[in-house]
C-alpha cells in the first residue's frame, strides 16, 4: 500500500504550505547552513529535501533521534565533509529531529561545520528549539515554520482525496475540517489518517 504523506510530500517550494518565501531567495550556492524550528508535520523535513534536490546537492541525510551517537559525528559526518564532490556542488549534511541529539554530540558538529564551511552546508530541523545548543544556532539561519493556515490545508487535503477519487457522500468539508481542527497543525499526522479513516 502507499502511504500518501509519502506519495503527496510536496516536490517543490510552492508546494510546501505556508512556507516563508525569504527560504526559498536564499537557495543557492552561497546558502547558510540552516536551523528549520516548528511543529510536527509544518513542513520542516520536506522544505530540507527539497532544497537538497533543487541545489542537486551530494547529501548525507541522518535521522538524529535514531544516529545520535558521538561515533555517527566522528564516523559518518566527517568522513562524508572530508572530500569536495567531483563537480564542486555543494554538499548537505541533513540532521533531521536534531533536538534529539545530546549537546557533546552537537559539540562535536560545530566543529565539522567550522573546518568544511568551504563546501558543506548543514541543515539541522527541531520541534524544540531549546535543545539546540548556542553554539549550533549561531552558525545556522534559524527559520521558524509557522503554523500553516487551515484553508489552505483543507484545499491540500481535498486534492489529495480528489486525486484519490475518495468519494465524499456528505458533499461537504465538514468531516475534513473536524480531521483538520483535531489533529491542527500536523499536516503529516492528517494526512495518515486521513488515509486510514477512508481504507475503513
Known amino acids: 500500500m502507499t502511504i500518501w504523506c509519502e506519495k503527496y510530500r510536496p516536490q517543490k517550494f510552492e508546494d510546501v504550505i505556508g512556507l516563508d518565501q525569504s527560504i526559498v531567495n536564499m537557495i543557492n550556492k552561497d546558502m547558510p547552513n540552516f536551523l528549520f524550528v516548528g511543529s510536527p508535520g ?15 546537492a551530494d547529501s548525507l541525510i541522518l535521522n538524529s533521534s535514531l544516529d ?32 534529539g541529539l545530546l549537546p557533546v554530540v552537537q559539540e562535536a558538529l560545530r566543529n ?13 530541523t527541531a520541534n524544540n528549539e531549546g535543545k539546540i545548543i548556542d553554539a549550533i544556532k549561531s552558525r545556522c539561519a534559524v527559520m521558524r515554520f509557522a503554523e500553516p493556515q487551515k484553508d489552505d490545508i483543507l484545499d491540500r487535503l481535498n486534492f489529495i482525496l480528489n486525486q484519490e477519487v475518495v ?9 475534513v475540517m473536524t480531521l483538520i481542527d483535531k489533529l491542527y497543525p500536523d499536516i503529516r499526522h492528517m494526512i495518515n489518517e486521513l488515509q486510514r479513516l477512508t481504507k475503513n
Not at 509544518?42 to 542537486?56: C, V
Not at 468519494?167 to 468531516?175: G, R, V
Open 167 to 175: 468519494h465524499n457522500p456528505n458533499e461537504t468539508d465538514e468531516p
Open 112 to 124: 565539522v561545520i567550522e573546518t568544511y564551511s568551504d563546501y558543506v552546508r548543514f541543515i539541522f
Open 42 to 56: 509544518t513542513g520542516k523535513t520536506t522544505t530540507a529535501k527539497i532544497i537538497i534536490k533543487t541545489l542537486n
Open 68 to 99: 545520535r551517537k558521538i561515533e555517527v559525528v566522528r564516523e559518518r559526518v566527517r568522513e562524508f565533509s572530508r572530500t569536495m564532490s567531483h563537480d564542486n556542488k555543494l554538499k548537505i549534511i541533513f540532521m533531521d529531529e536534531a533536538d
